[in-house]
């Protein structure tokens, strides 16, 4: 059976049927207006982060790799400008593997006030990373000084002490078997007369070993004056007041 609309409803019917493809059109617009404004006031940060290489057991990275990731976060403003940079983690996953070398995409963990927001877009440069493991060591090693400069004249270093005289490393196995000393950072002893103290950077230049502890060490040195010696050769002795 043939259903039979009330008039209004025919009438309501047939007005929303007049001149459709413009009120779709209409409706489509409004649409895009809204997703244009939306996008307008989005605001994007830039941010540089630290990146962990999470391993497990006693694998350590063994090759140089990006250690700062940047990341991009696209969002409501008010969300955005309220983010630290501590609120964002990278990170990449090598658990489970061994020694060797892998390649491994770049992860994002938010963290704080990056936990109330809903950004509208992350993005990380570079995209993966890659990283060799090797297993950790850890080793002493002497230290010996690093010195520039004389005392004044008529004075000279006589012996010196570092307290502490070694430190411990840890780095991976293969590196680590080269490593025979560390030098503090540069003792200026330029125009000394006196026993003197400092304290000074034990130099590390080599990102993939940790040094244990503060990184310094106290140089104690000890300054005297010399005798000056000299010798003449090929002078005539005489004798007088006999």
Do not use: C
């Not at 994002?108 to 993005?123: S, W």
């Amino acid at each position: 059976m043939e259903k039979i609309w009330p008039l209004n409803t025919r009438k309501l019917l047939a007005k929303t049927a007049e001149n459709w493809p413009a009120k779709v059109l209409s409706v489509a617009l409004a649409i895009l207006l809204v997703v244009f404004r939306r996008m307008s006031i989005v605001e994007e940060r830039f941010f540089s982060v630290p990146l962990i290489v999470q391993t497990e057991g006693n694998l350590i990275p063994a090759s140089v790799y990006t250690r700062m990731i940047r990341v991009s976060v696209r969002g409501d403003p008010a969300g955005i400008r309220s983010m630290l940079e501590g609120d964002i983690e990278a990170y990449i996953d090598l658990k489970g593997k061994g020694k060797g070398t892998y390649r491994a995409p770049v992860q994002i963990r938010n963290n704080g006030t990056a936990l109330g927001g809903e950004p509208l877009e992350i993005q990380v440069e570079p995209l993966e990373i890659s990283v060799a493991l090797d297993y950790k060591m850890s080793k002493y090693v002497p230290l010996a000084v690093n010195t520039q400069g004389s005392p004044k004249q008529g004075y000279a270093l006589i012996s010196y002490t570092l307290r502490p005289a070694q430190v411990i490393i840890d780095g991976p196995s293969d590196l680590m078997s080269g490593i025979a000393e560390f030098y503090t950072d540069v003792i200026d002893l330029e125009g000394r007369s006196e026993d003197f103290s400092v304290m000074v950077s034990i130099l590390n230049r080599d990102p993939l070993v940790v040094i244990r502890g503060e990184g310094l060490t106290e140089f104690h040195g000890l300054i005297k004056e010399i005798l000056m010696v000299g010798n003449f050769d090929s002078l005539p002795i005489t004798v007088q007041g006999l």
